[in-house]
């Protein structure tokens, strides 16, 4: 899947093939979280909630002639149906640039700014590959909706989806279709465009998580408090996305709203969603590859974080901590655990209790509070999500991660991979990943180039060309003995 991004911030033109593992290379402010960002925005339900507000609504139905007439089918309370695959194989990749269009009016919200614009920002997508894997997803899934009485459907392996009214000559259901007919024309109309185009967006990736590198700060907050309170006043961010000012006296001051970037406050609510579930919730996650996530995330504590991370209670209630056992047996509060432990503790969370197949994780500097050894690790692990059918897209300072991916990459292409297992930190072969699932951009002078070689070498210098000037000077600097000489 290939984006296209001009003028956004240092970025004047950049071209990104998405595959499974993108990683984002390339010195300070040249763009790298900013492009990830948009994609999170683009991917995830923020771009097409904001594409489909009240005011375009008509203007989207207008666009297609189908789409208008089962409207009117809906409308009129008759059954209606529409190929959802071959709708999609005509528009899809039409209307993902139409959503994607409107980025340049959400992108202040969406970043948090009020100073930056984003007038001249052009995203464009071809699907291209993509588009095979898009419809396939879209056939296999099952998609259901309801509004009132009125249901849309579209069951698993098949091609249409059904848009019908469920009703019998109870009383109750006397009283819902009447409600049903009540509706205002643009509820109805927003109903059969989210059937028809959120099953689109969710079988390109079915959740979109970002990890800012706020995150080893808001996990220590205390967010079971948060969620469980009913006092808007008490909460630490409002349904709104933006953060309320705690330094103010509420009982004598106005509450202060602090408009906070979109990421930063879709992470926060998801650490908060993780204090609202059961410990059982983990256990009754029933696909084989939620399972597999949960035997990835016990993997991740193991191997990189040497202890594991759980709640103080099993069910949610007041005061329930999140805590980190050592390999000691010893509990402690994630706010006095290492920088480690609060850097992937996020992750953990996200693996135990949300992973699905086929999730967007954008993950910004992994490498952060992470000693080499456990960023070769890190690396290792970020290559078993994606061979478990999660996407990764990273940005990163770390030439141990770049580095040691090209050795992942290489090992993939063995003739027999297991003969090299113990060489790598995990010693799994499910870390060995292949070169066609794998795109790393440079971020300089105002663009992004591929610097993955058809060789499999990542060719950089934005790492070496520090080394070699650290080399230059300490070379270029006397021995203490020819310095005394020198001085003599």
């Known amino acids: 899947m290939k984006i296209s991004i001009r003028n956004l911030g240092a970025v004047r033109e950049a071209e990104i093939d998405l595959k ?22 683009i991917f995830g339900p923020y771009g097409f909630r904001n594409y489909l507000n009240e005011s375009n609504i008509d203007h989207i139905l207008d666009e297609y002639p189908v789409l208008n007439e089962i409207f009117q089918q809906v409308n009129s309370r008759k059954s209606a ?4 695959i071959e709708f999609t194989d005509q528009y899809g990749e039409a209307h993902l640039n139409k959503v994607i269009a409107y980025a340049k009016e959400w992108m202040p919200r969406f970043l948090g700014t009020n100073r930056c614009v984003f007038d001249e920002l052009i995203v464009s997508i071809h699907l291209a590959e993509a588009k095979g894997k898009l419809l396939e997803t879209l056939r296999r899934e099952v998609f259901t909706r309801s509004l009132s009485s009125t249901r849309s459907l579209k069951e698993k392996d098949q091609e249409l989806m059904y848009f019908y009214s469920e009703s019998d000559n109870t009383e109750e259901n006397i009283a819902e279709v009447k409600t049903s007919q009540d509706l205002p024309s643009s509820v109805v109309k927003r109903f059969l465009l989210e059937s028809v185009f959120q099953p689109m967006h969710r079988s390109l990736f079915p959740d979109t998580y970002v990890f800012p590198t706020e995150r080893p700060g808001f996990v220590t907050f205390p967010l079971d408090r948060t969620f469980v309170s009913k006092d808007p006043v008490q909460r630490a961010v409002s349904s709104s996305g933006e953060l309320l000012d705690q330094s103010s006296d509420v009982t004598k001051d106005p509450v202060v709203i602090v408009p906070v970037a979109i990421p930063i406050y879709t992470f926060y609510r998801m650490i908060s969603k993780v204090y609202t579930l059961s410990a059982r919730t983990s256990l009754l996650r029933g696909s084989a590859a939620t399972k597999e996530y949960t035997r990835l995330a016990q993997l991740l504590e193991k ?4 202890g594991g991370v759980q709640f103080s209670a099993p069910e949610p209630q007041l005061g329930r901590e999140l805590l980190f056992r050592t390999t000691n047996d010893i509990n402690l509060e994630i706010p006095v655990a290492s920088s480690m432990v609060k850097e992937i503790t996020p992750l953990v969370l996200y693996l135990r209790y949300l992973a699905r197949l086929g999730d967007l994780l954008v993950i910004d500097e992994p490498e952060m509070n992470l000693h080499p050894a456990a960023q070769v690790r890190m690396i290792e692990f970020l290559a078993l999500l994606v061979n478990a059918g999660l996407n990764v897209l990273i940005t990163t300072h770390s030439s141990y991660m770049v580095d040691h991916l090209a050795n992942l990459m290489k090992a993939a292409a063995t003739n027999n991979p297991k003969k090299y297992e113990n060489l790598f930190f995990l010693e799994r072969t499910e870390a060995f990943i292949p070169q066609d699932q794998v795109s790393v951009y440079l971020f300089q002078d105002g663009t992004a180039t591929s610097i993955l070689s058809a060789e499999g070498e990542i060719n950089w210098r934005t790492f070496s060309n520090v080394s070699d000037k650290i ?18």
């Open 81 to 84: 149906n529409i190929n959802l």
């Open 303 to 306: 191997e990189i974080l040497s």
């Open 471 to 488: 080399s230059d000077i300490f070379f270029a600097l006397p021995l203490p003995e020819e310095d005394e000489v020198a001085d003599a």
């Open 20 to 41: 499974p593992l993108t990683v984002f290379v390339g010195p300070n402010s040249t763009g790298k979280t900013w492009t990830a960002y948009v994609l999170s925005g």
